[in-house]
């Protein structure tokens, strides 16, 4: 599944490579944007592999929102790690969406699952997309220069926050380390997760929890002590009826991820770019530790 490159674009010290391929996941056309910084260019650094990180963006996004004003560019720059920036959905001609026409659900909102439901199983397989094919295909053209494997990190914001939480429990020993803007943590409670999780995946709530990350903190051992990093600001406009960030901690209690979940809410601090860039740094220097960077 060869890779098309249709932009480069020069940006802090490295560059910004939009990408598209077609994909046996989806079986659609799917963009990619991902970031190479500096040090993929430095020949004195290029016997390295450079660490990655996969950024899942949320509701209506696209590879470009995040990869625009996020501003990771200057952290991957910093530290020395490459940024991941897939789509959240399947798109294109014969694509399903809400015959509703809402934006919370369909494309735009693939929500991180492989979907079980007619008509969206045939294109809504972004779990298998994003934690297996994707790195395939990246690694087979950015493969000698950059570890899309054994050294990469997950984080996203809000829906991609939720598939940040929820593919990092699901795979343990993959990734270094996990941290997620705005999460909705518990999305088989809340409007958001449930008409998501109810479309794509049915009524068979048993099917929910394979993916929820409240519970999959009680399925899934700790077993080295890694704590996960969360941030949401107080006026946070979903903040009260589809994040609720406290119900991971309280599903975290006796188990191993007690007190191992870093819940911090930001005063004054909305659900935008405007959030997400002021604590990309704290989130960058969190992963970059993991990572062996720091």
Not at 145 to 165: C, E, P, Q, R
Not at 206 to 229: F, H, M, Q
Request: hydrophobic fraction near 35%; glycine fraction near 8%; proline fraction near 5%.
């Amino acid at each position: 599944m060869a890779l098309k490159l249709t932009s480069t674009i020069a940006v802090c010290g490295g560059k910004l490579l939009k990408l598209s391929h077609p994909s046996s996941s989806t079986g659609t056309n799917m963009d990619i944007n991902l970031y190479l910084p500096k040090q993929y260019y430095n020949s004195a650094e290029s016997a390295k592999l450079i660490p990655s990180l996969l950024y899942l963006s949320g509701l209506t996004c696209s590879p470009q929102n995040a990869s625009e004003k996020a501003f990771w560019q200057i952290q991957a720059d910093k530290y020395g790690f490459a940024v991941i920036f897939p789509d959240t959905s399947p798109r294109g001609e014969g694509v399903a969406t809400d015959p509703e026409g809402s934006w919370d659900f369909g494309i735009g909102a693939g929500f991180y699952v492989n979907a079980t439901e007619q008509p969206y199983s045939a294109h809504y397989n972004m779990y298998d997309y994003v934690h297996k094919e994707l790195p395939q295909v990246l690694a087979e053209e950015f493969g000698s220069k950059v570890d899309f494997f054994d050294n990469i990190s997950i984080t996203g914001h809000s829906m991609g926050g939720f598939g940040a939480l929820s593919g990092y429990l699901k795979n343990i020993n993959r990734y270094k380390s996990c941290s997620a803007f705005a999460p909705i943590v518990n999305p088989s409670t809340v409007p958001w997760g449930q008409k998501a999780f109810k479309g794509y995946l049915g009524e068979d709530k048993r099917i929910w929890a394979e993916y929820d990350p409240s519970d999959l903190v009680k399925t899934v051992t700790n077993v080295n002590g890694d704590k996960i990093l969360i941030h949401v600001g107080t006026s946070d406009p979903f903040l009260e009826k589809h994040l609720k960030p406290h119900l991971i901690e309280d599903a975290a209690k006796g188990t191993s991820w007690e007190g191992k979940i870093e819940v911090n809410i930001e005063d004054g601090f909305d659900h935008s770019y405007y959030f997400i860039s002021s604590f990309v740094p704290q989130h960058a220097e969190f992963h970059a530790k993991h990572l062996g960077l720091i």
